[in-house]
Nanobody
Framework: QLQLMESGGGLVQPGESLRLSCAAS????????IAWFRQAPGKKREGVSC????????NYADSVKGRFIISRDNAKDTVYLRINSLQTEDTAVYYC??????????????????????WGQGIQVTVSA
């Protein structure tokens, strides 16, 4: 099982930016597609972004496209999520998750067939004035 740990969250004001990090426990991160999900109070977990094993394929949910930037540094076993122009609606617990089954150039923001088997514990992002 791959262990994942999110960091970089916290309390920010609207319009500010954050960079979340997802660090893996082993130097095998290049075997996994990685996705970021979030869950706001009263809502189901939502996929917001993903990045393929190689980093070539990136995908974003329409709700965050243009504001969120996903990247990865396999040498550091870390995936990042840069969130710009934060709004109150972005308040949620953010999770990263790993997909061993994905092909090299594919990723999905939907956890179809339970493809994301390994999850971090989540980190809170709160946007408030």
């Amino acid at each position: 099982q791959l262990q994942l740990m999110e960091s970089g969250g916290g309390l920010v004001q609207p319009g500010e930016s954050l960079r979340l990090s997802c660090a893996a426990s082993a130097s095998t991160l290049d075997h996994y597609a990685i996705a970021w999900f979030r869950q706001a109070p009263g809502k189901k977990r939502e996929g917001v972004s993903c990045i393929s094993r190689s980093g070539r394929n990136r995908n974003y949910a329409d709700s965050v496209k243009g504001r969120f930037i996903i990247s990865r540094d396999n040498a550091k076993d870390t995936v990042y999520l840069r969130i710009n122009s934060l709004q109150t609606e972005d308040t949620a617990v953010y999770y990263c998750a790993a997909d061993w089954s994905a092909s090299t150039a594919f990723c999905s923001v939907v956890n179809d067939r339970g493809r994301y088997a390994d999850w971090g514990q989540g980190i809170q992002v709160t946007v408030s004035a």
